[in-house]
């Protein structure tokens, strides 16, 4: 076991590679009184195509696959594994995202017992026609909830403007047409692919004794068979730089009209450094553009384009990344047209101001050791940058280095006018434009 | 946990040193009876103050200086506990301890004098522009309840059981009183806010206790005061057995039921109740959740959660329009198991770890500390974790029971799409 120190943040981390390949880390974290343990795959809706584990040609399955699986680990031959979790008052709970599944509890007592259920539930599938095709009416309910929701269909809705083939564009708990098809065979196959231990990392955070517990784990560990791992293969078509549909309108019942300017990415084929620099740079730059302190923000606020549901964001995995800035507006399009003049000002020569990103620097350093008071926070960040070969605790010495040039190189990723897209619901009493 | 320090009167101070926390948590809360009138100054004050003082005269001056003071989080908020309405304002700010050189501690101190006691005025009250603005924002804000099919179906069935009282005011007050606003008004519901309010002022963090309080008797000239006594919430009884039906443009189903408890927090049955309601809906390993979701596949969500301040318990879910009457029999029917005494010794432990777990859990943070303090220290004994745990043990299955026995179904709420509906 490796223990690596970060001295300014008071934290040591624990670090082992299981034999059979498993990454497992552990932060122990002082006065606190839960542990907070999450089991994750780097497999999730986009990893639609690939070569099935021991096969030689690649398969594409049903969309909502991966949010499928994650719903189904969870019922085993004598019931549902939620009923353990409670037993031993532990919340348990998974998400599935683009790029990932993770499997979770925190608990303040029994942290052995649940460790051990979530490690044994999470490598012990199961599952048959009858409990697949009864998810599918507890699944179709969840996808009918998201359809009612303007913000997801707004947020969704945008990603499908920007992606020409990728399938970040598909929804992902997939359609209910899509999801009727799935079997339980579709499921042994994702699962054998996906859910090696070697393509997967166990995090555990909070008021847990280190040696104890990867002692522990390693013995759980131990005691199981998987094959030897392999590289997984997947597949995505090329994606142009350009967007898909560069403006589209949906009417929902909504009072109020709901716009996003979408700016999709070019250079994600990123990874360690190189990405968290590009993705801090990205963000910096945004927050001085369009952030609370911004021109732009006392302007559209003054105007009242905005309301308090404006949002900006950049999202970066490997093989896609997009910006959005939006909010309710009574005046769409007009405040979709002053987004994109904004964008057209920080063209060609540099207008970030070194004094501008000193102070979103040290704004953004307080909100990382203020983030790091959550046990969660750590978990899943610490999980997302590994699976993308960066550290979390890198963050802090990274963002100490950009300069203006590092935010203009980066910021020129999602500045093209032909990456740019607008997405507007409008309430449907409005005729569409 | 907190100790308790008298600051003036009518004003108390709670402070917890800790070095659990990488941060420093200052919360205040000014605490008056709940009304619309009430609600809709305060939440749009909330805003102006949020907005700009004296010494940062725009938004981005404002927030700029927080940036620089590593990010410190400044906000208000309002929110709503039986009778009572509260107006919060909370400032998360970096340990020093874990800045190089810098120490922030002292500018934040002055921060909550200016952002309390400096606001931005113009001939003597708010400045109307910003006022307009702001009420413009909390009007939104209120409307935007449309757009959630189940904050809107839940702000109705609260509208149908209990019009015009606490229990279905929202926090944020009305877009009618909010149209009342002007700058006067909303200036003098500013200086009564802070001349008669009852409040507390929590701090939380590694801070050294006789330095916190000397600069924040500094920071906060607190006059003495005599706050007017918030009565609790009466027992009321919806009086028909409502069941209300109303259409959107959507597709899935959102059934909302009220039920009423005369059990309320603090009541010496309290503990029981939790449990009930626990059993009942409130955990994955609930009635509802395993019989409406997992063996019926109804929904994906079906839970209960009990107001205990307003003695009400809600239930919740999302189904297909065309599984209305199916899947209310069967959330009827978990009750009516229960009441019969349908509970098993399993059901019982597992709640009971779960409501101890959760608790315990929400202790981790500085800001669950301050509002589960908040909540339990005008209770007669005194808090504490193991206290509840204890409570919540000797709750048998008989007891439980007659929880169930008197829960009664007081109104239901059905809000489903309009092509739906037709069928």
């Known amino acids: ?433 | 946990m907190f100790k308790t320090i008298p600051f003036a009167k009518g004003v108390n101070l709670h402070i917890r040193q800790t070095t659990q926390f990488k941060t420093v948590n200052f919360s205040i809360k000014w605490r008056r009876a709940l009304t619309a009138k009430s609600a809709s100054e305060r939440t749009v004050l909330t805003n102006v103050l949020q907005h700009s003082n004296a010494k940062y005269k725009t938004t981005a001056a404002f927030r700029s200086f927080l940036d620089d003071l590593y990010g410190t989080v400044l906000y208000f908020d309002t929110s709503k506990r039986g009778n009572e309405h509260t107006v919060l304002m909370n400032v998360e700010t970096v340990n020093d301890h874990y800045l190089a050189n810098t120490s922030v501690l002292n500018e934040v101190l002055g921060l909550l004098h200016t952002a309390i006691f400096e606001p931005n005025l113009e001939n003597g009250v708010f400045k109307e522009s910003v006022v307009e603005r702001e009420k413009k924002t909390v009007i939104q804000r209120i409307e935007s309840i449309f757009d959630d099919k189940s904050r809107f179906a839940q702000f109705r069935l609260q509208q149908i059981l209990r019009p015009n009282e606490p229990a279905s005011i929202s926090a944020n007050g009305s877009v009618e009183e909010i149209q009342k606003i002007t700058p006067a008004s909303l200036f003098e519901a500013y200086q009564s806010m802070l001349a008669n309010d009852k409040i507390d002022i929590y701090v939380a963090g590694d801070i050294n206790e006789e330095e916190i309080v000397a600069k924040l008797k500094k920071a906060l000239p607190f006059k003495d005061r005599t706050p007017e006594e918030v009565p609790a919430v009466l027992p009321q009884q919806h009086p028909d057995n409502d069941y209300v039906r109303e259409q959107h443009e959507m597709k899935q189903g959102k059934l909302h039921i009220g039920f009423s408890t005369p059990v309320r927090f603090g009541d010496a049955d309290f503990s029981k109740m939790q449990i009930f309601n626990g059993i009942f809906g409130g955990y994955p390993h609930a009635k509802l959740f395993m019989n409406v979701r997992e063996k019926e596949s109804l929904a994906y969500y079906a839970s209960s959660s009990y107001a205990s301040h307003y003695g009400l318990v809600f239930v919740v879910s999302g189904i297909e329009a065309k599984n209305e009457e199916k899947a209310l029999s069967l959330i009827k029917e978990q009750l009516a198991v229960m009441q019969a005494g349908d509970i098993t010794d399993l059901e019982l432990e597992q709640t009971k770890a779960m409501l101890t777990n959760q608790l315990k859990e929400s202790l981790d943070s500085a800001r669950g500390q301050i509002e589960i303090f908040d909540q339990y220290k005008d209770l007669p004994e005194e808090f504490s974790v193991q206290a509840w745990a204890n409570k919540w043990k000797a709750v048998t299955k008989e007891d439980v029971v007659a929880m169930a026995k008197q829960v009664q179904l007081e109104a239901v709420y059905f809000l489903c799409g309009k092509e739906q509906a037709a069928q």
């Open chain 1, 1 to 433: 076991m490796k223990t690596i120190e970060f001295k300014q943040l008071d934290e040591i981390l624990y670090y082992e590679k299981l034999d059979n390949g498993l990454d497992v880390y552990i932060l122990p974290k002082k006065g606190f009184s839960k542990t907070f343990v999450t089991f994750t795959t780097k497999y999730g809706s986009v990893d639609r195509t690939f070569v099935p584990i021991g096969d030689t040609e690649s398969i594409t399955v049903p969309d909502g696959i991966a949010h499928f699986l994650e719903h189904k680990m969870f019922e085993k031959e004598d019931g549902d594994v939620f009923q353990k979790f409670s037993e031993y008052g532990a919340s348990a709970n998974a998400f599935t995202s683009f790029t990932r599944t993770a499997y979770l509890f925190s608990s303040t007592d029994n942290i052995y017992k649940s460790t051990e259920t979530l490690l044994n539930f999470v490598q012990e599938p199961y599952f048959t026609e009858a409990t697949v095709n009864k998810e599918k009416g507890i699944i179709g309910q969840e996808i009918t909830m998201y359809d009612d929701q303007p913000d997801w269909r707004l947020y969704f809705g945008t990603i499908e403007n920007m992606y020409h083939h990728h399938p970040v564009k598909i929804d992902i708990a997939g359609t209910i047409e899509s999801i009727d098809g799935i079997t339980a065979e579709h499921l042994y196959t994702c699962y054998n692919t996906f859910y090696h231990p070697s393509n997967m990392l166990l995090f555990v955070i909070g008021a847990v004794e280190p040696e104890e517990m990867m002692t522990f784990i390693r013995e759980n560990q131990g005691k199981k068979e998987f094959p030897e791992p392999t590289p997984i293969q997947r597949f995505f078509d090329i994606e142009p730089t350009e967007v898909a549909i560069k403006e589209r309108t949906l009417n929902m019942d909504v009072q109020k009209p709901k716009i996003y300017v979408g700016l999709k990415a070019k250079d994600t084929n990123l990874s360690g450094q190189d990405m968290l620099k590009h993705e801090l740079s990205v963000q910096i730059a945004l927050e001085l553009i369009f952030g609370r302190t911004s021109d732009f923000y006392e302007r559209v606020y003054e105007e009242g384009l905005i309301d308090e549901t404006y949002a900006f964001d950049f999202t970066l995995e490997n093989g896609f990344g997009f910006a959005m800035i939006g909010s309710d507006s009574a005046e769409p399009d007009k405040l979709a047209k002053t987004i994109m003049d904004e964008l057209a000002k920080y063209e060609g020569n540099s207008q970030f101001d070194r004094a501008g990103l000193d102070r979103i620097k040290r704004k953004k350093i307080g909100f990382f050791l203020r983030a790091l008071n959550s046990i969660e926070f750590i978990a899943n960040q610490f999980t997302r940058y590994s699976f993308n070969d960066m550290n979390l605790f890198d963050v802090v010495p990274v963002l100490e280095t950009l300069t203006v040039d590092d935010l203009q190189k980066a910021f020129a990723s999602i500045q093209g006018e032909t990456q740019q897209t607008v997405f507007k619901i409008l309430p449907s009493k409005q005729d569409a434009q």
